[in-house]
């Protein structure tokens, strides 16, 4: 048996780039075993791709890491090319809809430093001479985007990771994964090795290796095919001209994409109806081979292709690639710690290859010599799936994205496939009573309510058909009373003598005091906000946690963790218990009504009785009015969400979704966890000061946090933004005098304030006067509130 720090299980870009990574961050003993040869994977990925364009700064990041590692690091260290190449790269549109999605991520690189172009159609021609501008309104334009050599980039990482003393065993399957004691052992057909750390990065074997450390990996195998032409005359001519290589293009609308290659052209088709292979497992005899060419099944896109740049049809097509690429349920991969399992990690389950990998092996390295991220990792988080992503679910998934490659990202975007996998006891009232369906880590939820039956909502950038309705909905929480179904909330229970202790060194903020409520924000090493918990403190052997459903296994994992050295037990409520908001200036009297029980204070909790039902009742509200949680037996919700409908009935109770919800709290200033407050940015930063009690107390991220504060450290603020067409949602620039000196992170219309609000971070903190937000490529005044607008002094909630 050979003792190793670290066993990476995979080749390709992924597995190779997080090799190169770790030896750079000074780890040793690191072995990197391959079931075939080292670049096998990346050879499916043959069209290279390389692209800045992304909805999400993390994953755009990432592949902007890869572009600098494989254009310009690896060349140098090396002395040999990638074969990388500045092509730069371009999106078409006839759809206005995705003109303002291009506008949104146009935006976004305006603040992360990434130079995007939004195109007019003659800007287009100029760029690419030989594509048709029928009925085009315009594009973007990436002018660093361009290909890269997927075999040069990942053997050029191989070579630098061998010699700085990483190690490669190419042609050795894995054959068997087991925890013995802290360690794991992996055994392949040649050796055995007993690690500290075992990292999944085996991409089309990903769900297998998966299986054999116990983890769940929600990866499908997806076929893929694109074709290679020969000569085109019009591409020869421009090479003979001494012209630059064309761009490559992009049209989302018919699904496809066009690169030069040499002088031909690489097609790539994305057909809606995705052809999944190997979903229990890959043939034990397969390798590095393709697929027989199918061009049936693209025939369609071909043929758009070509009506779109004639020039594809005066070549014939040379060779057919038609390999598996594995899909997530969200098209996004999964990086970072495996759930349940102690040293294990995933770096795995990418769609994009070669052009996230050199950027993924960065982001893995990090947390893992840092126990950190870099950056945000939620879009990649390998945890925001739970063991509700089974095989059904993960199958409709990845044919849903692989579908919609091209699908505009809409803001407030809900996609169909698979679901219900997860429903809350009150699924079936909501439904009955108008609600409309979106989906918070598999449960699904109210988003908000409509008269009218089998409502959808719209798809825009722009007010949709709900912005009514919630006002409504808020309109009833503010003057009356109104019911909410808040079942998705992961909830926990820590018992035991070491429950105060354990709580107390939780997070920033101290422990609440018997019968109270309070917030506690448990920080990563570097200080940054890892999980946001509402923490009822039953008795000092007995605390009850609640916080976002995206956040489970992510806080199951950091609640074990932290657990170690205390004596207490803790166990996951979140199936057992439902929860129902009651929220509105006659909540009081609806709910005395049924109870004889003390009510309480405002952040107090009860073990109170309503209509006969016991409730662990929580007074706390999100919406900033007086309220309730009610937590209750999965099996009595349905029963006493009836008896508060009836009991409010003659108040006029009503309902609100999660889109009031959001409304709402933006006009108290709330933060949210995952938008407002993540991994990246401190609670001193995210404006939570009051929450924070580091004088005399250590808890993990308490000196990191208090380091980052002064010069360099941001600030959230909350803005009011001059009204327009559009409201913010998020990921719009703040500017000032013309620099941009902060991002927008949530925003909504406050209906109860008539006003338009956004949360931003100002990375210059002294940025207080003259600030503009562009939405959408609209320039928008913005104010700095120093108060929230609604209630500033809480007298409704302590009402």
Not at 98 to 108: K, P, T
Not at 138 to 156: C, F, K, M, Q, R
Not at 583 to 603: F, V
Request: glycine share 10%; aromatic share 8%.
């Amino acid at each position: 048996m050979t003792d190793v720090q670290v066993v990476i299980i995979g080749g390709g870009a992924m597995g190779t780039s997080l090799l190169y990574h770790l030896v750079k961050a000074g780890w040793s003993d690191v072995v990197l075993v391959e079931k075939n040869d080292l670049t096998h994977g990346s050879t499916w990925h043959a069209a290279g791709l390389c692209t800045h364009f992304a909805h999400n700064p993390t994953i755009q990041e990432l592949r902007a890491t890869s572009v600098r590692l494989y254009r310009d690091i690896l060349p140098q260290e090396t002395g040999q090319n990638c074969g990388f190449h500045r092509s730069g790269a371009m999106r078409i549109t006839r759809n206005p809809d995705r003109m303002d999605e291009f506008r949104h991520v146009a935006g976004l690189s305006d603040f992360t430093g990434y130079l995007l172009e939004v195109l007019t159609p003659e800007r287009i021609a100029e760029l690419h001479p030989l594509a048709r501008l029928d009925g085009l309104l315009g594009g973007i334009y990436e002018p660093d985007d361009g290909h890269v050599d997927p075999s040069l980039a990942t053997n050029a990482m191989a070579q630098v990771a061998v010699q700085g003393g990483g190690v490669i065993r190419r042609y050795e399957p894995v054959r068997a994964i087991r925890r013995e004691g802290r360690t794991w052992v992996v055994e392949t057909q040649k050796a055995t090795y007993n690690a500290w750390h075992v990292v999944n990065a085996a991409g089309t074997w990903g769900f297998e290796i998966g299986q054999m450390m116990g983890v769940n990996v929600p990866s499908v195998p997806v076929l893929h095919q694109y074709l290679v032409t020969d000569t085109i005359p019009a591409v020869a001519d421009r090479i003979a001209q001494g012209l630059a290589e064309l761009p490559m293009i992009r049209d989302p609308e018919e699904s496809w994409y066009v690169r030069q290659e040499r002088d031909g052209l690489i097609l790539g088709p994305y057909e809606k109806e995705a052809q999944v292979w190997s979903v229990d497992g890959v043939p034990p005899e397969f390798g590095a081979e393709l697929m027989p060419p199918d061009l049936d099944r693209v025939e369609h896109i071909i043929e758009a292709a070509m009506a779109r740049m004639p020039a594809l049809g005066e070549g014939g097509v040379k060779t057919v690639v038609n390999g598996p690429i594995t899909f997530t349920p969200d098209a996004n991969p999964l990086i970072g710690p495996a759930h349940g399992a102690e040293n294990a990690w995933l770096l795995t389950g990418s769609s994009m290859g070669v052009m996230e990998g050199g950027g993924a092996g960065w982001f893995l390295a990090h947390w893992m010599t840092h126990g950190a991220p870099p950056m945000d990792a939620l879009a990649v988080e390998s945890r925001r799936f739970g063991q509700w992503a089974d095989r059904d679910y993960r199958v409709a998934k990845a044919v849903e994205c692989f579908g919609l490659q091209f699908g505009v990202h809409y803001p407030h975007e809900e996609r169909p496939a698979g679901r219900p996998v997860r429903s809350s006891p009150l699924h079936d009232l909501m439904i009955a009573r108008g609600a409309v369906m979106g989906v918070a880590h598999g449960w699904e939820r109210p988003n908000w309510f409509s008269d009218e039956p089998d409502a959808v909502a719209d798809e825009t950038f722009r007010r949709a058909n709900w912005f009514d309705p919630v006002g409504r909905e808020c309109k009833a929480v503010s003057a009356r009373a109104a019911l909410a179904d808040l079942s998705v909330f992961s909830k926990f229970e820590v018992t035991g003598p070491g429950t105060h202790a354990f709580m107390e060194s939780l997070g920033a903020n101290r422990a609440p005091r018997v019968g109270r409520v309070g917030l506690i924000h448990a920080l990563t090493p570097a200080g940054g906000v890892a999980a946001e918990f509402t923490v009822a403190m039953l008795s000092e052997t007995c605390a009850y946690l609640t916080s976002a459903a995206a956040a489970e296994e992510m806080d199951e994992d950091l609640l074990w963790h932290h657990a170690g050295r205390f004596d207490i037990e803790l166990v996951n409520r979140t199936e057992e218990l439902a929860v129902i908001g009651i929220m509105g200036p006659k909540s009081r009297a609806i709910l005395e009504a049924l109870t004889e029980d003390e009510l309480g204070p405002w952040l107090s909790v009860h073990e109170i009785t309503v209509a006969g039902i016991p409730v662990r009742a929580l007074r706390v509200s999100y919406v900033g009015e007086l309220g309730w949680e009610l937590h209750v037996a999965s099996d009595r919700a349905v029963d006493l969400f009836k008896a508060l409908e009836a009991a409010g009935k003659p108040h006029g109770v009503g309902l609100y979704g999660a889109y009031a919800a959001n409304a709402m709290r933006l006009e108290k200033g709330y933060r949210a966890w995952g938008s407002d407050l993540t991994t990246e940015r401190t609670p001193l930063e995210s404006g939570l000061g009051y929450l924070v009690h580091a004088e005399g107390r250590d808890f993990t991220g308490r000196t990191a946090m208090l380091a980052r504060q002064g010069e360099g450290a941001w600030d959230m603020a909350l803005l009011e933004v001059e009204p327009g067409e559009i409201d913010p949602f998020f990921a719009h620039p703040v500017h000032q005098d013309g620099r941009i000196v902060g991002i927008v992170t949530s925003g909504a219309y406050g209906h109860r304030t008539g006003k338009v609000l956004a949360l931003a971070y100002l990375r210059d903190a002294t940025a207080r006067n003259g600030l503009s937000i562009r939405i959408l490529g609209q320039e928008r005044q913005a104010t700095v509130l120093h108060a929230p607008p609604y209630d500033p002094e809480n007298l409704k909630l302590k009402g």
